[in-house]
Structure formats: structure tokens, C-alpha cells
């Protein structure tokens, strides 16, 4: 029994993290190959009172994850609906599991990014994407290679 086709709401809504830790607001774009999914880093997430005090920027860490719940883990979610019967499916979590970044630029509080990324590998539950976060500018702030893997809960 084959899956189905996710909307992009859909996908949005499988996303297992949710606020103050998800970091997507919008999948604008989704299939086979790619994502393109957006997100406004919010003036008051807590984090920007230490990060830093009087100047705040949000932490590589969390463009970082950023792009992950955006690229692997929105990715693999469709890719295992499309794939899998509905039932497995639903049991599979896309985790995140690596990344090697460059960091070009800095996102302030209050900004928007896109988060757009393209499938390099698919196999095993195994996800390796290539992204990237730009400004509203088409200024990139972050690129990479990330990774991530299906888990059955």
C-alpha cells in the first residue's frame, strides 16, 4: 500500500517541535527534491535577553536548527507519507543528526528568512540535504551540508 502526497500545511503540522522551539512558520514550497519554508525570528524568544545583552543576534545554534526542522525533518516527514502507508508513517519521527555550516551573516531580531534546500541523498531512513538561510535581501547567513534520520517511536 503505497502513501500520499502531503500539502505543505500538512507537513507543517508534522513537524514534531512546536513554539518556543519551532522555528518554521510556513512551507511556501515542497516535493520529491526541495523545500522552501520561511520563518520571522521574533523579537521577544527569550534567548535574545542573553544573546547579547544591548545587541542581541540570534545564535548560529538555532539557525542551525533552523534549517534542520525546514530541510530534514520537513522533508523526511513528506518523503516517508509519500512513501510509507499512513500508519507507519505516523510512527517514523525525522530527526536531525548532523551538519557542517559556513556562517556568512547574522539575523537580527525581528527579521525574516527563507530556508531553502535541495535532497542530496535518500536511502534507509537517511536524509542528507544541502541549504541555506537568506535574509528577505537574498543575503545568505548560513549554508550547508545537514543530515538527518528517520526514527520509529
Not at 507537513?11 to 522551539?21: H, K
Not at 511556501?28 to 535574545?48: K, P
Request: proline content about 6%; glycine content about 8%; some cysteine.
Amino acid at each position: 500500500m503505497a502513501g500520499r502526497v502531503l500539502t505543505p500545511a500538512e507537513v507543517l503540522a508534522r513537524i514534531p517541535q512546536r513554539e518556543p522551539f519551532r522555528f518554521v512558520d510556513e512551507i511556501l514550497e515542497i516535493d520529491d527534491d526541495h523545500v522552501l519554508a520561511s520563518y520571522r525570528w521574533r523579537e521577544d524568544h527569550d534567548f535574545y535577553r542573553g544573546h547579547f545583552p544591548g545587541d542581541p543576534i540570534t545564535p548560529g545554534v538555532l539557525l542551525v536548527e533552523c534549517l534542520a526542522q525546514a530541510s530534514v525533518v520537513a522533508l523526511g516527514a513528506y518523503l516517508f507519507a509519500k512513501e510509507l502507508p499512513e500508519a507507519e508513517a505516523a510512527k517514523i519521527v525525522p530527526f536531525f543528526t548532523d551538519a557542517n555550516v559556513e556562517f556568512t551573516g547574522i539575523v537580527l531580531p525581528g527579521e525574516r528568512v527563507r530556508m531553502e534546500s535541495r535532497k542530496v541523498f535518500w536511502r534507509r531512513r537517511k536524509l542528507r540535504i544541502e541549504g541555506q538561510i537568506a535574509k528577505q535581501d537574498g543575503s545568505v547567513v548560513c549554508s550547508g551540508v545537514l543530515s538527518g534520520l528517520g526514527v520509529t517511536r
